[in-house]
């Protein structure tokens, strides 16, 4: 038992000394989790996900109410954070401020609109005159938002043109008012029943999650990135075996009076107390630095113990099936590259299909993170069994296989 | 010139000795394009959002809902019985779970529940907003009308109210839908109509993506050389600094146009993307983000220690810049201040010149900047990279 504690603490030791794996090991799940957090918005106050300060260019050149009341809801306080419009004089300057990327859309009004949806006295119904939108194809989301905007403020005048000529016709045909009046109470009352009328369907939205504790995006990111470089760290564990076996000085530890399980032990052991290590400081980390709540600590050291097992298995399948220590590198890169996209630490799983869903749970980043979201929307160990118990049979399945093959080779050929 | 050429051939050789390069050349970039350019919901099917939707009430105007949800250009109904849907947004599997409660007959509350931080379930409130607004209309104006009726002169008997309201709905069920369209909506194009395809986003991304980190990883090449003592070789021949650095810098520069071109060719055939439209444009683009991309691998180069390190930094650092320079994400989602101060990175400028090709329909003309900014950022590091080289 002292010799496999000997060779597991020689390698972590071997491991944290090595600053060139350091890099890969604690520098860049920092460094990316960092750039995630920026570029979501985490650090800028500003924490729900998504878009603000849309650049919209309005051009007005309608010389009605309808119009100027468009401008004014787009300019609204409601909106402030929302949109950041500016406007233009004429359309080829707002279409030319969308060509240079400068805006995310254009909003042209043309004249005669509020005429064509309330004719002026005496004239005959024209037709309809349409607002342009002039949307930038690389936002599709900003403009989006700006059109949905539109089609609200649209939706509110139709609602006001329909129900005025509803009311009028109905309390005519009812014998409610005299057909001479019609014209007159018509428009007053459109106005009116378009700014009093309440909703018929309301929405109550609400967010998963507890209530009280609003969800931090950088409890899914965080995680992500650290689950992906921990496959890092066990291949580069594994590659150490190979070294190991390259330079001889296994050959060496076995003629040593070691039984040849032991010294796999003292070597497995190793990779699983470096990568525990690694999530540890990766963990306390950024729970120093950014704040970030990871959820009940039993919970998350018996998650992170599970998790570490599981990479340990594929450490050693990896190390099991390559020939080289520099193959075992670039597998392991690649491996730690489709685990990551597969396991949801760039996009979420939920975008993808039923039967790349089903594939993710081979890697150990897709049931790490769903115990770590967990834990961090407020749950506790029950909530984290299945993945611990699925990490745990991963982990002892690929260890066997790995066992199977070095059996077949033997540990200390070439 | 014929050194330079031979130093290129070496180190091609010394970069494809390992068939696994492969992976990384070419295969694991295409993976990546193709799941993140949704290549798993090609053309025919649906790439709307999906939203579970419980209808317990099985009302008309419940249906009347789920029709206009339907007709949504945004998401896609997905009508489950109450327990599976629950289970399935418990499980992350779909991004928001809409609640029709029994007795929803003449309008209510509807319930919607949405995954905390997701772009998607921002979509689905967006759209069933717009739904119920429109369902809606109609209820609105016939309540109103009937209340503005019963104002003037009350109603003698419950059946004649009701039948004012029919009589109201019905008109203006009729008005909204004969109503004309108000809205136009056009894609800013110049010459050819382009068509956004979040593909596109994916693609351009991950070409620069694995593009970058490879030359960035030029810093190795040097590092090995250096540890290996086979620059101080070198260094006896009649070899200059000049002509060492010209064709290192040279191998490394046509590959990774090889591999740009690969990309590209995968890209328009596989995904049908418009790549092919300014074949000069595109081509301008490439040298000069793989110059850029080379010369701060070769100043790099003066700073790391080993090799390994310098696959490590390559990697760590080509990432983080893909990720800020919108290669990953579309960069309008990004806050103000991101997006400013990624205009630092080469990453940033060579994603906005392949966007402005292949989504913004531009040629030559339209990346000249974004072409101009990475030749100034390859000049300075290139002498950055040039002052500082040690043989030893």
Request: hydrophobic content about 55%; proline content about 4%; some cysteine.
């Amino acid at each position: 038992m002292r010799k496999i504690l000997l060779i597991g603490f020689k390698d972590v030791t071997l491991a944290f000394r090595d600053r060139a794996a350091l890099i890969l090991m604690l520098a860049a799940p920092f460094v990316l989790t960092l750039g995630l957090g920026m570029v979501t918005g985490r650090f800028s106050g500003n924490s729900t996900s998504g878009v603000s300060d849309i650049p919209v260019v309005v051009v007005n050149q309608d010389a009605g109410d309808l119009g100027q009341a468009l401008v004014d809801v787009l300019n609204s306080a409601d909106l402030a954070d929302l949109l950041a419009p500016t406007a233009a004089g004429d359309s080829a300057a707002a279409r030319q401020a969308v060509d240079a990327d400068e805006a995310a859309i254009a909003v042209i009004i043309p004249a005669g609109f509020t005429d064509s949806i309330i004719p002026p006295q005496g004239a005959a119904a024209a037709d309809a005159v349409q607002i342009e939108l002039y949307v930038n194809p690389t936002r599709p989301t900003s403009a989006g938002v700006v059109q949905a905007v539109v089609d609200e403020y649209l939706s509110r005048v139709e609602v006001g043109r329909v129900a005025g000529t509803v009311a009028v016709t109905q309390l005519v045909a009812s014998g409610r008012i005299a057909p001479q009046a019609a014209a007159a109470a018509g428009q007053e009352l459109g106005q009116r029943q378009a700014a009093e009328a309440a909703a018929p369907i309301r929405l109550q939205a609400s967010t998963a999650g507890q209530a009280a504790q609003r969800f931090d995006v950088l409890a899914y990111l965080a995680p992500g990135m650290a689950l992906m470089f921990l496959m890092y760290t066990v291949a580069n564990g594994g590659r150490s075996l190979l070294t190991e076996r390259a330079q001889g000085t296994l050959p060496r530890l076995l003629v040593s009076p070691t039984a040849t399980a032991q010294v796999l032990a003292g070597k497995v052991f190793g990779i699983f107390l470096t990568g525990v290590a690694q999530m540890t400081i990766l963990i306390a980390g950024s729970t120093l630095l950014f704040n970030l709540q990871w959820g009940d600590p039993l919970a998350v050291a018996a998650l992170v113990g599970a998790a570490v097992v599981g990479a340990t298995g594929w450490g050693l399948l990896i190390t099991a099936i390559a020939k080289s220590p520099s193959q075992v590198s670039s597998l392991g890169s690649a491996i730690m590259l489709t685990f990551g996209i597969l396991g949801g630490s760039f996009i979420s799983l939920s975008t993808l299909p039923a039967w790349v869903q089903a594939i993710s749970k081979i890697t150990p980043n897709a049931w790490g993170l769903e115990g770590f979201t967990a834990l961090a929307l407020g749950g506790g160990l029950p909530e984290v069994a299945l993945p611990i118990a699925a990490l745990l049979v991963m982990g002892a399945v690929l260890f066997g296989a790995a066992v199977l093959l070095f059996n077949r080779q033997g540990l200390v050929q070439r | 010139m014929t050194k330079i050429f031979a130093l290129a051939w070496k180190d091609t050789l010394l970069r494809f000795a390992s068939r696994s390069e492969l992976l990384f050349f070419i295969i694991l970039p295409l993976v990546f394009t193709f799941i993140l350019g949704g290549g798993f919901n090609p053309g025919q099917a649906d790439s709307r959002v999906r939203v579970l939707v419980v209808d317990e009430a099985g009302s008309a105007l419940a249906r009347e809902v789920l029709d206009a949800l339907a007709a949504s250009t945004a998401v896609r109904p997905d009508v489950q019985p109450r327990a599976a849907a629950e289970e399935q947004f418990t499980d992350r599997q779909a991004a928001a779970l809409l609640i029709i409660p029994a007795g929803f007959a003449q309008g209510g509350e509807l319930e919607l529940r949405q995954q905390p931080n997701n772009l998607n379930a921002q979509v689905a409130e967006r759209a069933v907003r717009a739904v119920i607004g429109r369902v809606g209309q109609a209820l609105t104006v016939a309540a109103s009308s009937t209340a503005e009726a019963e104002s003037r002169q009350p109603f003698a008997a419950a059946a004649d109210r009701q039948a004012y309201f029919d009589a109201a709905l019905a008109q203006a069920e009729t008005l909204f839908t004969e109503a004309p369209a108000r809205v136009t909506v056009t894609r800013a194009t110049t010459q050819d109509p382009v068509d956004y395809d979040p593909a596109a986003n994916a693609s351009a991304g991950q070409l620069i993506t694995w593009v970058f980190i490879p030359l960035l990883g030029l810093s190795g090449l040097f590092a090995f050389e250096r540890q290996q003592g086979t620059l101080r070789r070198l260094l006896v021949t009649p070899t200059q600094r000049g002509t060492l650095l010209a064709g290192t810098i040279a191998g490394q520069v046509t590959l990774a146009l090889v591999q740009m071109t690969l990309l590209v060719v995968c890209g328009a055939v596989f995904m049908g993307l418009g790549w092919a439209r300014a074949p000069l444009g595109l081509a301008l683009l490439m040298v000069a983000f793989a110059l850029a991309a080379a010369a701060l691998g070769t100043a790099l180069g003066t700073f790391v220690k080993s090799e390994n390190q310098a696959s490590g930094l390559s990697m760590m650092l080509g990432m983080a810049m893909a990720l800020l320079g919108g290669c990953w994400y579309p960069i309008e989602l990004f806050p103000e201040a991101v997006r400013t101060a990624a205009k630092l990175l080469p990453t940033t400028w060579a994603m906005q010149g392949l966007l402005d090709l292949v989504l913004r329909g531009q040629d030559v003309p339209g990346v000249l900047l974004e072409a101009g900014v990475l030749a100034g950022f390859a000049a300075v590091f290139f002498a950055v990279g040039v002052a500082r080289f040690r043989y030893e």
